[in-house]
């Protein structure tokens, strides 16, 4: 294709997404001292942080068919940079809860548009296979985003984080400026009409199988990162030795994408793996529920990340194949759906403050979506 752009360039923007929150997550005992709120108070604004990205999917999906990919990707890192300049300068945390709601709005962008940039240049028999090499990349962020943060944390509090993640968004949309060619096709209609898009998404079972697939998978993943901080607080380590918990992640995610990938190398179908990854979701679950009064509950976590580095690329690779005319506002629609559920999620996990009891009850439900999901895709 004749503007197809760099994969690592591609790699590089998805990941940003899930590297600003792994890099965010040790500070949040931090932001809690600091702030004098409590754990619950803290751990919202990772739960908003996801109803505001599912805000920022439909936007900038709907915008990116409207404007082109580049022109929306450079506005939303744009939107970012502001949100995380205004967590840097505030000592209220409110205005903390509404900078990161401004951040997230833009983050969203390195999710859905990087996705619809790979739905514009890849055909269906090669999308499988490119989401299966970017599972294994986004391995990689939750030892980076864990263990930058910690050590950042540790020596510059929850402010060097702040730092830090604006440097990242500033050199990225520089970086998006010099190399991302515009891949929107050109179509005969140049502005989809939304409202026949939804309606067909939302009358489509396998958009809603999908983006509940998508969220509790998410859920599961995020509710780590929301709430093991204070496990971690509470048994007496600091922010730094959380940070290490990203080395055991990485060896999970890593499996897990090298797992995928050698199995849809075998042609086992989507379908498959995500039914497969749900029943490895469970042994997690049940796994961490009997040992997170140790930090042996590491060790079962890493089915979580297993699991979850084999459905997801899975369940993306096949969810919007048949609306490629309208990738933008399909992408978007269906990112709102799964965004919000996950937001949702992650207030009520917020609240409820045990890991465990959290992992078991959305593994469970992942069994009962992959047997209906298989049913409808044979």
Same mark, same amino acid.
């Given at each position: 294709?004749?503007?197809?752009?760099?994969?690592?360039?591609?790699?590089?923007?998805?990941?940003?997404?899930?590297?600003?929150?792994?890099?965010?997550?040790?500070?949040?005992?931090?932001? #809690?001292? %600091?702030?004098?709120?409590?754990?619950?108070? %803290?751990?919202?604004?990772?739960? +908003?942080?996801?109803? #505001?990205?599912?805000? *920022?999917?439909?936007?900038?999906?709907?915008?990116?068919?409207?404007?082109? $990919? $580049?022109?929306?990707?450079?506005?939303?890192?744009?939107?970012?940079?502001? &949100?995380?300049?205004?967590?840097?300068?505030?000592?209220?945390?409110?205005?903390?809860?509404?900078?990161?709601?401004?951040?997230?709005? &833009?983050?969203?962008?390195?999710?859905?548009?990087?996705?619809?940039?790979? $739905?514009?240049?890849?055909?269906?028999?090669?999308? &499988?296979?490119?989401?299966?090499?970017?599972?294994?990349?986004?391995?990689?962020?939750?030892?980076? /985003?864990?263990? @930058?943060? *910690?050590?950042?944390?540790?020596?510059?509090?929850?402010?060097?984080?702040?730092?830090?993640?604006?440097?990242? @968004?500033?050199?990225?949309?520089?970086?998006?400026?010099?190399?991302?060619?515009?891949?929107?096709?050109?179509?005969?209609?140049?502005?989809?009409?939304? *409202?026949?898009?939804?309606?067909?998404?939302?009358?489509?079972?396998?958009?809603?199988?999908?983006?509940?697939?998508?969220?509790?998978?998410?859920?599961?993943?995020?509710?780590?990162?929301?709430?093991?901080?204070?496990?971690?607080?509470?048994?007496?380590?600091?922010?730094?030795?959380?940070?290490?918990? &990203?080395?055991?992640?990485?060896?999970?995610?890593?499996?897990?994408?090298?797992?995928?990938?050698?199995?849809?190398?075998?042609?086992?179908? !989507?379908? $498959?793996?995500?039914?497969?990854?749900?029943?490895?979701?469970?042994?997690?679950?049940? *796994?961490?529920?009997?040992?997170?009064?140790?930090?042996? +509950?590491?060790?079962?976590?890493?089915?979580?990340?297993?699991?979850?580095?084999? %459905?997801?690329?899975?369940?993306?690779?096949? %969810?919007?194949?048949?609306?490629?005319?309208?990738?933008?506002? @399909?992408?978007?629609?269906?990112?709102?759906?799964?965004?919000?559920?996950?937001?949702? /999620?992650?207030? !009520?996990?917020?609240?409820?403050?045990?890991?465990?009891?959290?992992?078991?009850?959305?593994?469970?439900?992942?069994?009962?979506?992959?047997?209906?999901?298989?049913?409808?895709?044979?």
């Amino acid at each position: 294709m004749k503007n197809k752009p760099n994969l690592m360039l591609l790699i590089i923007l998805i990941m940003f997404p899930q590297f600003v929150e792994t890099i965010y997550s040790p500070a949040l005992p931090n932001i #809690a001292q %600091a702030f004098q709120v409590s754990n619950q108070q %803290a751990s919202l604004t990772l739960s +908003f942080y996801f109803i #505001a990205f599912a805000l *920022g999917v439909i936007f900038w999906g709907i915008l990116s068919d409207i404007i082109g $990919r $580049r022109s929306a990707m450079i506005l939303g890192l744009f939107t970012y940079a502001i &949100g995380a300049f205004m967590a840097l300068l505030t000592k209220d945390f409110n205005i903390i809860l509404f900078a990161r709601v401004v951040a997230a709005f &833009g983050a969203s962008v390195g999710s859905i548009i990087t996705q619809t940039i790979l $739905r514009d240049v890849y055909r269906k028999e090669e999308l &499988g296979y490119v989401f299966s090499i970017i599972g294994i990349a986004l391995s990689l962020s939750p030892i980076i /985003g864990f263990m @930058a943060g *910690g050590f950042i944390t540790k020596g510059f509090g929850y402010h060097g984080v702040f730092m830090v993640v604006l440097l990242v @968004a500033v050199l990225l949309s520089i970086s998006i400026i010099l190399l991302l060619p515009e891949t929107k096709p050109q179509l005969k209609r140049d502005r989809p009409k939304v *409202g026949v898009v939804l309606l067909e998404l939302l009358h489509d079972r396998i958009i809603w199988l999908s983006a509940l697939l998508v969220a509790l998978f998410n859920i599961m993943l995020f509710s780590y990162y929301s709430l093991a901080p204070f496990i971690f607080e509470h048994s007496g380590y600091s922010p730094t030795h959380f940070g290490y918990s &990203g080395i055991v992640l990485a060896i999970g995610s890593l499996a897990g994408g090298m797992l995928n990938k050698r199995l849809v190398c075998l042609n086992f179908s !989507a379908q $498959r793996l995500i039914y497969l990854s749900s029943f490895i979701s469970v042994i997690g679950a049940f *796994g961490v529920f009997m040992l997170q009064d140790s930090l042996w +509950f590491l060790l079962p976590i890493t089915f979580v990340l297993i699991a979850f580095s084999i %459905a997801i690329p899975n369940i993306l690779s096949q %969810a919007l194949i048949k609306y490629r005319d309208v990738a933008g506002t @399909a992408g978007a629609i269906f990112g709102l759906l799964y965004y919000t559920l996950i937001g949702l /999620g992650l207030i !009520a996990s917020g609240w409820i403050q045990d890991l465990g009891v959290v992992l078991i009850s959305s593994s469970l439900l992942t069994i009962l979506l992959a047997y209906t999901y298989r049913k409808y895709l044979p």
